[in-house]
């Protein structure tokens, strides 16, 4: 099993910037890649971002170049830093972690946190 908890959530303006933060524990040497959901009200869950331990990451289009994800092998962590926040960023987001498949795909996760709401205003 793999325990994750995402931190940093909170409520921003549009146009700043917030970071999220994932700890992992237990056996987190089973998870081959970590990635980032989010979920709006209304809406279904969505890909945000993914890295495997290659470091190889991913982007969904909506994100791409604002957002960046990376890891901490030493403190098992995973971090979103997100960069010109805009309202329809505003959603709860999930840290999953994931053995083998295709990172976009969220059916190919194992583990996931509880979620972090992120809220954008203008």
């Known amino acids: 099993q793999v325990q994750l908890v995402e931190s940093g959530g909170g409520l921003v303006q549009a146009g700043d910037s917030l970071r999220l933060s994932c700890a992992a524990s237990?056996?987190?040497?089973?998870?081959?890649?970590m990635g980032w959901f989010r979920q709006a009200p209304g809406k279904e869950r969505e890909f945000v971002a993914s890295?495997?331990?290659?470091?190889?990451?991913y982007y969904a289009d909506s994100v791409k170049g604002r957002f960046t994800i990376s890891r901490d092998n030493a403190k098992n962590m995973v971090s979103l830093q997100m960069n010109s926040l805009k309202l329809e960023d505003t959603a709860v987001y999930f840290c999953?972690?994931?053995?083998?498949?295709?990172?976009?795909?969220?059916?190919?996760?194992?583990?996931w946190g509880q979620g972090t709401q992120v809220t954008v205003s203008s």
């Open positions: 999953a972690a994931g053995i083998s498949g295709l990172t976009i795909s969220e059916k190919n996760y194992n583990y």
């Open positions: 237990g056996r987190t040497f089973s998870a081959n890649f």
């Open positions: 890295i495997r331990w290659s470091a190889t990451t």
